[in-house]
């Protein structure tokens, strides 16, 4: 665990933008049980927090993808922080949809992509990765090359570590499930004895009640 995976954690446990309850769980909207909820939409409404992700996930753009054309944002989580760092790079900003618009133009891809560009997308959260790579799969429709992804947090299921990879998505986040489980613990949030639950959900989270 680095630095910054670890003060990540901490400031999202503080703003209440993660929540656990090992013994109270939380439906997910795709109907999954879990004793985790992380809502990092909670970040855009305290100043300090909101400029903290948009310069760390700049730095990181600029350190790991100095190539970039344009910049990404996973509607509609991602688009505030996408925005942001787009403009602290002056880069092009798009988001693209979960699915094509009803109405108009129909678009899936709002915003203007040349072909050819170079992209990074910007996320707020990684579950299974499946909304996530649809977005990457647009984009590459679009004859544009998806150099890399960076999210805020990532829960870091096997299902999306291996969808990444058959992808071929460099996917790089702020902080993790390990990180923010040992920040909570230290902080007292959970105890000890809550730790094992927490991993047996993430090791098969389908399928945990």
């Known amino acids: 665990m680095n ?8 400031k999202l446990l503080k ?49 790991r993808f100095p190539e970039v054309d344009a910049i990404a944002g996973v509607a509609t989580g991602a688009i505030p922080q996408g925005a942001l760092v787009a403009d602290a790079l002056a880069l092009p900003f798009v988001y693209v949809r979960s699915k094509p618009k009803d109405h108009g133009l129909e678009n899936l891809i709002e915003g203007e ?7 990074v997308v910007v996320e707020d959260l990684i579950s299974t990765g ?17 150099i890399g992804m960076v999210a805020a947090y990532t829960y870091g299921f096997d299902v999306a570590e291996k969808a990444f990879r058959e992808a071929k998505v460099q996917l790089v986040t ?32 389908a399928h945990w009640s």
């Open 3 to 10: 630095g910054l995976e670890k003060i990540f954690a901490e």
């Open 15 to 63: 703003v209440k933008a993660i929540k656990l309850q090992p013994t109270n769980p939380f439906t997910w909207a795709s109907g999954w049980k879990s004793p985790f909820y992380c809502d990092n939409r909670k970040t855009l409404s305290y100043p300090d927090l909101r400029s903290f992700v948009k310069i760390e996930i700049t730095r990181i753009i600029m350190e």
């Open 113 to 119: 992509l040349r072909p050819g560009m170079k992209v």
């Open 130 to 146: 499946g909304s996530s790579l649809k977005a990457v799969e647009a984009i590459r429709m679009n004859g544009c090359d998806v």
């Open 174 to 205: 702020l902080t993790n499930y390990e990180a923010v489980v040992e920040a909570a613990l230290e902080s007292g949030y959970i105890k000890a004895e809550d730790i094992e639950l927490l991993n047996k959900w993430r090791k098969d989270p």
